[in-house]
Structures are given as C-alpha cells and as structure tokens.
C-alpha cells in the first residue's frame, strides 16, 4: 500500500462554477467527461481530499 502525502494547509478561495462535484474517484471522472461532452462550456470544480484523483484505486494499486 502506497502512502500519499497529507495536506496540512487548508486554501479558502471562492470560485464561480456551473457544477461543483466532491470526489475524485471514477464515477465523478466519468460524470465530468459526459458532462462535458454535452456542455463543453460548462465550468466545473472538482474538490478532493486526496492529493491524485482516483478514488480507492491510488491507495490500494500501487500501478495507478
């Protein structure tokens, strides 16, 4: 299992957006590139706890 780093500062920055999704993981990725397919225009935020999207899958598969 593959350590990652742990954020000690917290950033506050307000930012304008159309969607604002929590969760970096596979299905968030996969809502985003639907998304933007159909709206190519739209302005989306993507807010994680971990350092790398990839949900599970960067901790548990050292390859990812």
Not at 17 to 27: E, F, P, R, S, W
Not at 28 to 55: H, Q, R, Y
Request: hydrophobic residues 40%; glycine residues 8%; aromatic residues 8%.
């Amino acid at each position: 299992m593959r350590k990652t780093k742990t954020m000690t500062q917290t950033t506050t920055e307000l930012k304008k957006c159309d969607y604002l999704v929590i969760g970096a993981g596979v299905a968030s990725i996969a809502f985003i590139d639907s998304l933007l397919t159909d709206l190519p225009s739209a302005k989306i935020v993507l807010v994680d706890k971990k350092p790398a999207p990839g949900g599970h899958w960067v901790d548990n598969y050292g390859y990812i």
